[in-house]
């Protein structure tokens, strides 16, 4: 099974949509900060994972 999922999140900056991969394999709450691919700013990245699925995300500026 692949534990990485690829996700659309929207940058909290600029508004433009784009992809990130997140590593699935463990359940739980992982924060991340991104670089968006558009705008190049800092966007933090809020996920629960629960069984190799992504339940939850959300998007702050960082
Ligand atoms: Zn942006």
């Known amino acids: 099974m692949d534990w990485l999922e690829e996700v659309l999140i929207q940058c909290p900056q600029c508004g433009e949509e784009f992809a990130i991969q997140i590593e699935t394999a ?3 709450r ?3 900060v ?3 691919a558009v705008c190049c700013r800092p966007a933090r990245v809020l996920i629960t994972t629960k ?3 992504v339940e939850c995300l959300e998007v702050e500026a960082a």
């Open 26 to 28: 463990v359940d739980g």
């Open 30 to 32: 992982v924060e991340l």
């Open 34 to 36: 991104e670089d968006c």
């Open 51 to 53: 069984s190799g699925e």
